[in-house]
């Protein structure tokens, strides 16, 4: 690549679309933190946890029984008294040995794998249902992409720690403490030599904890970078080809990739500090057992069975050292991951339920706002003491220019936010008492993006009211006119769709978003620019449809066609956040406000067509 070349691509991806970061966090290690991550081991604490640890136990007694017996049997009594019959028992029992150490270290294996994907499970539903249940804002303030890191990405990096981690770290702690127990018994004098180079690998280690563990957040931040971006490009593949904006998308891609490369490079350079340590470690305190250890042996201070033994358990020392090296680099990954988990999880809803919310069994479908102020981020006032008063059963239209604040009040009602001043009401009650889910249940809306889930299209409908029958399926499709091209697919009512609904036209899809708010029967029905995507001849086929349909129902809608709400009860007229005008379409007709406005430019539009 030329440096041309390479300087345009850096070009791009400095100067593309802004990804917000996650925060890197400088904290030292949290035990408080990893005290709550075990909290998700406690359910299986009476189950797989002690079946782990037995395997555990009878594995550690084993591997400390073995040099016991090879140097204090067989070296000092089989070998050195020429006892081949003794001999050939210490065998068959240090062979039974390691054959039950084999098994225990099978079974520890399945038990500490079953128990790590199951606390896992744990884990990505709760973060998940949690995740399902936060408010809207919280979804206006990060990508899609983000959200799918810590779902999948982070949580998986956990995987290693519970599988294996936490079990090996107890196993390791106990091994080390009997191992030095053991040691000293042996020969305090040998033991002190050896292990003179423990305070000095101690303090090395320390100083590289932060430095490691910041590089770690560095890369779970770009992760995320990186996702965004990816989840971003394939959503919006179609706009990029038709742009014609393949290369610099790929370049934009190529510098979040380098820099991913980068930073896990770095985290992995880093991190693979502890294993050649540990091994030099190893090599220096082999060579002080072997120079020293012959000067007790020269001097009659230790025999050659203690001084076997001795080798042994000094070679198992350097294992667990090795092993809690490589743990604690997991312990790190884990613990950024487990930062970017727990944020989530501590995030609260902004809407929040009373303590004894309300629960609506049934509704008649009043709606009333009260001087209803609202902002998104508190800067920008998007309501400005809104008044309205909905009777049951009534259609009301709002319109307006982008902006003015019509998808607010619909996003309102469904108690997506809450007013930051004045109040919603709903048949007379508050809606900040009422129960959401219950409100919800009461509303259906119908947006001017429709999202079509993977699965089939009787799926698709009947996700509006997941126990309706086939049969109540296909009527509401029939009733909103989207029956006849559902039976001109290859499998009907049963033909599979993709995510977003790709092999549908996009007045395909919005009536499959009829069909399904039609079915769930509301009381209150938001129709949202829900027929922007429907050409003219489709929509006179569902308007005479919506007008049984909407009878007996509140309905809200919202409309830069003007043709599709002359016939709604009122017309509210919103600018900037605030009410201009309002009545049927006669009266502001007649009225030649703003609404005569723009009637009159759309009928000036379709007459220069």
Not at 95 to 113: C, D, E, S, T
Not at 351 to 360: A, F, G, H, Y
Not at 436 to 442: F, G, M, N, V
Not at 463 to 472: L, N, Q, W, Y
């Amino acid at each position: 690549m030329s440096q041309k070349e390479a300087q345009k691509k850096k070009n791009v991806y400095t100067n593309r679309f802004y990804y917000p970061q996650d925060e890197v966090i400088e904290k030292p290690f949290n035990w408080k933190q990893m005290t709550r991550l075990l909290k998700y081991i406690k359910p299986y604490s009476k189950t797989l946890l002690p079946a782990a640890f037995g395997a555990v136990f009878i594995n550690m007694i084993v591997r400390l029984l073995v040099p016991i017996l090879i140097g204090q049997y067989v070296v000092d009594r089989a070998i050195i008294n020429s006892d081949y019959r003794l001999l050939i028992y210490l065998i068959v029992i240090v062979v039974g040995l390691y054959f039950i150490n084999y098994l225990a270290n099978h079974f520890r294996i399945k038990i500490v794998n079953v128990l790590g994907q199951r606390t896992i499970h744990d884990l990505r539903k709760q973060l998940f249902t949690h995740v399902q249940y936060l408010s809207h804002d919280f979804f206006d303030k990060r990508s899609a992409g983000s959200i799918l890191v810590r779902i999948l990405n982070d949580v998986n990096s956990l995987q290693e720690l519970f599988t294996n981690g936490i079990i090996n770290i107890l196993m390791d702690a106990f091994m080390l403490l009997a191992i030095i127990i053991i040691l000293f018994s042996l020969s305090a004098q040998l033991a002190l030599a050896v292990l003179v180079i423990l305070p000095i690998m101690f303090y090395i280690s320390t100083k590289l904890r932060r430095d490691i563990r910041r590089t770690w957040q560095n890369v779970r931040s770009i992760r995320s970078r990186l996702n965004s971006h990816l989840n971003e490009s394939l959503q919006g593949m179609r706009i990029t080809q038709s742009f014609a904006q393949e290369e610099e998308n790929a370049a934009y891609f190529d510098g979040v990739n380098q820099e991913n490369f980068e930073r896990e490079r770095i985290a992995m350079k880093k991190s693979a500090y502890f294993g050649p340590f540990i091994e030099m470690s190893n090599a220096v305190g082999t060579v002080i057992l072997i120079a020293y250890g012959a000067t007790l042996i020269i001097n009659g201070s230790m025999g050659i069975g203690t001084f076997v033994s001795f080798a042994f358990f000094l070679g198992m020392f350097w294992e667990p050292i090795s092993r809690l090296g490589q743990i604690y680099n997991q312990l790190l990954v884990a613990m950024a991951s487990s930062e970017r988990i727990f944020e989530f999880l501590d995030e609260r809803p902004t809407v929040k339920e009373s303590d004894n919310p309300i629960v609506l069994t049934d509704i008649k479908g009043d709606i009333q706002f009260d001087k209803v102020q609202f902002s998104y981020d508190d800067e920008r006032i998007a309501l400005h003491e809104i008044s309205i008063d909905v009777k049951a059963g009534q259609t009301v239209a709002l319109v307006g220019h982008t902006g003015s604040g019509k998808s607010t009040i619909a996003n309102l009602i469904s108690r997506f936010y809450d007013p930051t001043d004045g109040a919603v009401y709903v048949d007379g009650h508050n809606l900040r008492d009422v129960s959401l889910a219950s409100l919800r249940e009461h509303i259906s809306v119908v947006l001017q993006d429709t999202f079509i889930f993977s699965g089939t299209i009787m799926d698709n409908i009947r996700f509006g009211r997941p126990g309706a029958s086939d049969e109540e399926v296909i009527e509401a499709a029939k009733v909103v006119g989207a029956h006849d091209f559902i039976v001109r697919l290859a499998n009907g009512y049963d033909t599979e769709v993709e995510e977003r609904g790709s092999i549908l036209s996009a007045g395909e899809r919005q009536l499959l978003s009829f069909a399904r708010a039609l079915l769930a029967d509301p009381k209150i029905l938001i129709l949202d620019e829900a027929t922007a995507s429907i050409d003219t001849e489709t929509e006179m086929k569902i308007q005479a449809a919506l007008r049984e349909l909407l009878k007996g129902r509140t309905s809200i809608m919202i409309a830069h066609r003007l043709s599709t709400i002359r016939e709604a009860d009122n017309i509210i007229v919103l600018e900037n956040g605030r009410i201009l005008e309002q009545g049927n379409h006669e009266q502001l007709v007649e009225k030649q406000g703003e609404y005569y406005k723009l009637v009159k430019s759309q009928f000036d539009m379709f007459e220069a067509l």
